[in-house]
């Protein structure tokens, strides 16, 4: 019999399903319908928007030395630019995780194939994914771990990588990742590892950054374990040795480097302190130049501040010497009612250099300094003057107001001309007679600036003050109260006006910001300088005016080696008392406020000192601590004035009314002997003043008793114009501003 014939034998079992026709047939029918759901889920699958934490970033808030102040923000991040970065520094992170970067469609599907078979077989995970799907997963998706998570990343990343240039890509990767030390991206971790920008990294150093981001925590050098830096130095090596293998790095500079060890963790700056007083401040400002307050909280902006570190520091130890070493604030409910608040401004530019807003702005969150709800008093009266210059203002009986204009300091006398009555109380009820302007601004007499008002007139008045930097508002009437700063005010805000004045009339607006920058806009700051609001003459005097207040006026414990102006202000019930004064190159304003725990408003009586806490006491104290630190120990600058031709006249005679000094009044020495002519005397018909004859010694001579009724420690009007506060200091006593 013959062979049976081959093909005709049926096959038996399994192997009649089965060919290498089939199992091919039936492996191309796969593939290409694994292809197909590829193209449908690659169609499918968008590139979705940035997650929230990829373009979150910090923002960098720098003294004026360039020096980090603080960073804000819930993630430390700061987004540069790739042309930021050296170009060995990048080729580092491409020789770290994927040398084909330059030439690859996005995906590597042999290590992505390698790393998820490790991870099935048990063998641990490893990494096999590109650098473009690493900015994927970082920028667009998650961290989760699931295969849904991969092949979305696998087919966006192709999609990426079609759409944006690999500079870009290689950018977002290094500038999205994750490098320990709570630093998102490369600028946040050159900074913490290594103290420097981006654009300062050496090669060996970005190869030990590139190097971190296999196990960032693990490889942190100065935590890490005895085999974890053996591993990141294995790692490093092996991330050179790369770039020499790709003609990214010379094998001679190669073999010269060592191991960057990094430096130690420091804390991020936070906001205690001063620090979130000039922060919220710097924001402030840049919401006034129309960056929004989103913009601020979305991160990405650098800004370079004009506070000068220094200053700070000097101003910051004088509030600490001269006010918070004699506070108990812990044991003594009064010493815990005192604030200060202060700002500090260079008059040719109006740039803030240093400012203090309180005891700590975790602890105490209003800033002080820029709070305007507390009277500035008596430093409003040189604005008084000021304006009587400008406008060439007359007394009732028409003389020219100048520094050696008499008027009658009388306290509790009666204001001439004006429909509003007022009759203000000087300090301690002093009568002193008839004064020059110069000597009424020494001892800042109540009734001399109140009747001064009336003669330059109170919109005028208001006016000046605005044009040279005061702020309006409802509690800025236009009555003869005025002339005793009872509106309210900052220590910005007066800083702001006194530089004015020492700036010659021109105008300067205290700015914070220098420069702003962010990867999408670039801000200009904000304007120190402007134009001239009043004549140099008339700003030339009120300097000049305030020169003898430090010298031998209120303002005396503020002199030190350098020459300066100034003036001191109590308010109502001493609820807030300042000093504002400058010298050539510097101008502050400082002030103590009374504000128990539910921020009201309480008098500062009896806490810094016994009795007031007058202007011319803690303030001053202050003022001379920081400018004397801040000046280097002092200045031999002198101020360059053109004023008017009054100021020559003889000292004026010592008040009457009190016989014992009272602490503000020991502060203002009189230099006048008490038998002398006390000047020129207005003509008989003068309202503004009620001048005595001839033979009468104001020194020794009372004055006529007058009807006025007596008022609180800030005068105002009768109730039916501006009810008075009913406040009275703790010690019962009602006492008249300073």
């Known amino acids: 019999m013959g062979r049976p014939d081959k093909s005709k034998v049926k096959k038996r079992g399994l192997r009649r399903f089965f060919s290498w026709k089939k199992l091919l047939g039936t492996f191309f029918v796969a593939c290409l319908l694994a292809m197909g759901a590829l193209y449908v889920v690659y169609l499918l699958v968008p590139v979705p928007t940035a997650n929230a934490e990829a373009t979150m970033q910090s923002n960098i808030y720098k003294y004026a030395n360039g020096k980090v102040l603080a960073r804000t923000g819930e993630i430390n991040r700061e987004i540069v630019g790739l042309d930021k970065i050296p170009l060995k520094v990048q080729k580092a992170f491409v020789a770290a995780e994927n040398k084909t970067f330059y030439k690859d469609n996005g995906v590597d599907i042999k290590g992505t194939t390698r790393a998820a078979w490790s991870t099935i077989t048990g063998k641990g995970k490893q990494g096999g994914s590109t650098i473009t799907q690493q900015y994927v997963k970082n920028f667009y998706l998650s961290q989760d771990q699931t295969a849904t998570r991969k092949l979305k990343e696998m087919v966006i990343a192709i999609k990426v990588d079609q759409q944006s240039s690999k500079s870009d890509i290689l950018a977002g990767y290094m500038n999205t990742s994750y490098y320990g030390r709570s630093a998102y991206g490369i600028q946040a971790a050159a900074r913490s590892y290594y103290g420097v920008d981006a654009t300062q990294l ?85 919401m006034r130049q129309g960056v929004s307050e989103e913009d601020i909280k979305a991160g990405g902006w650098t800004i370079t501040l004009s506070i000068d570190e220094k200053r700070q520091k000097d101003l910051v130890k004088a509030v600490d010497r001269q006010l918070e070493a004699k506070l108990d604030r812990k044991g003594d409910k009064k010493d815990a009612t005192v604030q200060a608040g202060a700002t500090s401004v260079d008059p040719k530019t109006g740039e803030v250099v240093a400012l203090y807003g309180g005891v700590g702005a975790t602890e105490h969150w209003t800033s002080n300094a820029t709070r305007r709800d507390y009277q500035p008093a008596s430093t409003f009266k040189p604005i008084v003057l000021a304006s009587a210059l400008e406008n060439r203002s007359v007394t009732q009986d028409g003389r020219e107001i100048g520094l050696g204009t008499i008027y009658d300091g009388t306290s509790k006398r009666k204001v001439v001309g004006s429909d509003i009555p007022f009759s203000p109380e000087n300090e301690d009820d002093d009568d002193y007679g008839p004064v020059t302007v110069q000597k009424a601004t020494n001892s800042s007499i109540n009734s001399v600036y109140a009747q001064m008002i009336v003669d330059v007139g109170t919109t005028r008045t208001k006016q000046t003050a605005l044009a040279l930097g005061m702020k309006d508002g409802p509690d800025f009437g236009e009555t003869p109260a005025m002339s005793l700063g009872t509106m309210g005010a900052s220590t910005m805000d007066m800083a702001g006006v006194y530089a004015t004045l020492d700036n010659h009339g021109k ?100 806490t810094i000192n016994k009795g007031r806490a007058n202007g011319g006491r803690t303030p001053a104290q ?117």
């Open 507 to 606: 105008k300067v607006t205290p700015t914070l910001v220098k420069a702003a920058v962010h990867k999408d806009r670039t801000l200009s700051p904000a304007k120190g300088i402007g134009g001239q609001v009043i004549s140099r003459e008339a700003a030339d005097t009120v300097t000049k005016a305030m020169t003898g207040v430090v010298r031998n006026g209120s303002g005396t414990r503020a002199a030190g080696n350098y020459e300066a102006a100034g003036k001191t202000g109590t308010s109502e019930n001493n609820r807030s008392a300042w000093f504002v004064g400058y010298t050539p190159e510097l101008v502050t304003a400082v002030g103590l406020f009374g504000e128990d725990t539910k921020g009201n408003q309480v008098t500062l009586t009896d």
């Open 202 to 286: 050496t090669t060996a150093q970005g190869a030990y950054l590139a190097s971190l981001l296999q196990a960032p925590n693990q490889y942190d050098w100065t935590s890490a374990s005895t085999t974890g830096r053996k591993l990141v130095e294995e790692r490093w090596n092996y991330v050179l040795d790369n770039m020499v293998g790709e003609g990214w790095l010379p094998e001679a500079e190669r073999a010269a480097m060592k191991f960057p060890v990094p430096q130690k963790p420091k804390p991020l700056p936070g906001m205690e302190g001063q620090t979130g007083y000039i922060v919220e401040a710097a924001n402030q400002e840049l």
């Open 622 to 738: 202050i003022w001379g601590d920081y400018t004397t630190g801040a000046l280097d120990g002092g200045s031999d600058a002198s101020f360059d004035l053109e004023t008017d031709s009054s100021g020559g006249f003889d000292p004026d005679p010592t008040p009457t009314g009190s016989t014992e000094p009272t602490q503000e009044s020991t502060e203002e020495p009189t230099e006048a002997p008490t038998t002398r002519s006390p000047g020129p005397t207005p003509p008989p018909t003068s309202t503004a003043t009620t001048p005595p004859e001839p033979t009468r010694d104001p020194a020794t001579t009372p004055p006529e008793p007058t009807t006025a009724p007596p008022v609180t420690e800030e005068p105002s009007p009768p109730p039916s114009i501006e009810p008075p506060n009913p406040d009275t200091s703790q010690d019962g006593s009602q006492r008249p501003p300073r």
